[in-house]
Every structure is written in structure tokens, then in C-alpha cells.
């Protein structure tokens, strides 16, 4: 059995197919915590739960659902193919314990998401949970940039790498957020990086979360109140919001970081002006 360390929590993991996981190598902890928050079993048996899904989507050939009862979540992928995926959370203790069972074959992707998924529940309970967002780290905080697919997250990303002098990618799809003991809000890099390699075992304070939205020029403005828990929201994981605890602990999390961190609203070019825009508006306002 493996350990590995994400956003400051302890992942055991045993099985075939973990060492071909991408990213989590750069992860890899020595710690010997009796006390993981979730420890993973890639080779187990187990029977699928006669019981509706709570949310159900599909993603290229393949549909997955997800299903909870008593506090438990069981989430089942099945492929034209007839391969099949189970995998089921529970809790244990102070931690969670996950077993995942497969017939046929799935690709080392499959099992990468379905990881995350698992580590997302589980992160939950410690005041943590992911954002869909590329993240660039400069002067020792992090800005987040929020966005659906296609408003440009990375492009404006790499706008700041090119032109913004001192910034580093932390990641390009899944950091995680989280909730210190202090109150403060820090970002994790993580495992899942989307399609860029980006898998930087390092963390920061939050300076500011960026909502994109493309326009024909560049203003930004701060949020607040509705607005910015609106901008904050659909940006993590879509599927806990169909159940009522998962979705109850994402809203406190979310809430508690809207206290402490700044939302701003950019309407933007993919230009270098909106990149210097943001950086001159976070100068000024004392987060970077």
C-alpha cells in the first residue's frame, strides 16, 4: 500500500493501476498516519446497490452515476463494451475507506477520475474540496480563474506567464481549496491537472478567485453577497450538488471563502491588457 499526500491529507492506496496514475508520483509521502483521510482499494469485490442515482451524465462513450444512502456513495461507470465500474465510499472512524471493483477493461484515465471523485467526498469532511480552475501562483498567493469550458481559463493563464513577470502555473484544471485550522483559505496543487502535465505538489494562500466571461473589452469588477457565491458555485464538483450533504458541505466551505478571499467578475479580451488589468486591480487592492 501506497501514501500519498494531497492538499495536506493522507491517501493510501493498494492495487493494480496505481503506479500508471498520472500525477500522483509527485505526490508521494512517507508519513505512516494511522489516521489517512481515505484509503483506497483498487481490487475489491462488490455488489452494485439496488437503489436509484441521484445524478446521472455521460461523458464521450461512457455513463456514470452517482448514489448515496446512509452516507455512503457508490459511483458506477458502464461502457458500450460491457465494461463496468463500481466504486464505493464510506465512512470509517475519522477517515473514509473506498473500494473500487471493475470488470473489462478501462483506461488509466477512467481510474484517475474516478480518484478524484473519491478523494472530493472524502476532502470534504476536512474543509476541502476542488475548483474547476487554472491556477497561477505570484509573490506567494495564488489566483484562481474560473470559467466554463472554452472562456478562455488557460488562455489567460498563459497570458500571465508570458507577461506577468514571477508567475508559476500551479494547475491548469483541479486544484483544492481548503480551509486552514486559522480560518485562512489556501489552494493545493493536485494530481488532476486536466490535459496539461501540471502536477506541482506546492500550496499558497488564496489571493483571489477571477470569473471569465468574454466581451469586446476589459472591466472587472468585485462581487459580492448572491453574485459572488454564484461565481464561486458551479465551479466545484457538479455532481455533489444532487445531494443534500454533499452539496450543504460545499456551500459552508464556499461561504467561509467568500468571507476571507475576494471574487472578481472579469469581462475580457484574450489580450495582454486583461491580464494587466487584473494583476494592477489585485495590486491596488492589497491582495498580491
Given at each position: ?10 491517501v ?27 484509503t ?19 461523458y ?7 448514489s ?52 472530493g ?53 483541479s ?21 496539461t ?19 469586446p ?5 468585485r ?12 465551479s ?43 494583476y ?9
Amino acid at each position: 500500500m501506497q501514501s500519498y499526500k494531497i492538499a495536506g491529507h493522507i491517501v493510501r492506496i493498494s492495487g493494480r493501476g496505481q503506479e500508471s496514475l498520472p500525477g500522483f508520483g509527485y505526490f508521494l509521502s512517507e508519513e505512516t498516519s494511522d489516521n489517512p483521510l481515505l484509503t483506497i482499494h483498487l481490487d475489491a469485490i462488490l455488489q452494485d446497490w439496488d437503489i436509484s442515482p441521484t445524478f446521472v451524465s455521460e461523458y464521450e462513450e461512457m455513463s456514470y452515476d452517482l448514489s448515496g444512502r446512509d452516507g455512503a456513495y457508490l459511483f458506477r461507470i458502464k461502457h458500450p463494451d460491457g465494461s463496468r465500474l463500481l466504486a464505493e465510499i464510506r465512512s470509517e472512524g475519522d477517515g473514509f475507506r473506498a473500494r473500487i471493483h471493475r470488470t473489462g477493461t478501462f483506461g488509466d484515465e477512467v481510474l484517475h477520475f474516478v480518484c478524484w471523485l473519491l478523494f472530493g467526498i472524502a476532502a470534504l469532511s476536512r474543509q476541502t474540496v476542488s475548483i474547476h480552475s487554472s491556477a497561477v501562483m505570484n509573490q506567494g498567493k495564488t489566483i484562481l480563474f474560473l470559467g466554463e469550458s472554452g472562456t478562455g481559463k488557460s488562455t489567460h493563464t498563459r497570458l500571465w506567464l508570458n507577461h506577468i513577470s514571477g508567475t508559476e502555473l500551479l494547475n491548469d484544471d483541479s486544484p483544492f481549496i481548503r480551509i486552514e485550522t486559522d480560518g485562512d483559505v489556501w489552494v493545493y496543487g493536485s494530481p488532476w491537472s486536466g490535459k496539461t502535465p501540471c502536477y506541482k505538489n506546492k500550496q499558497t494562500p488564496v489571493a483571489a478567485f477571477i470569473r471569465l466571461s468574454q466581451a469586446p473589452y476589459n472591466r472587472i469588477r468585485r462581487l459580492k453577497g448572491i453574485e459572488a457565491i454564484g461565481a464561486l458555485l458551479p465551479s466545484c464538483p457538479f455532481a455533489f450538488a444532487y445531494d443534500k450533504q454533499l452539496s450543504e458541505s460545499v456551500c459552508e466551505i464556499v461561504s467561509h471563502t467568500l468571507q476571507q478571499v475576494p471574487i472578481y467578475h472579469l469581462e475580457c479580451l484574450p489580450d495582454v491588457d486583461a491580464a494587466q488589468l487584473v494583476y494592477s486591480t489585485l495590486k491596488e487592492n492589497g491582495h498580491l
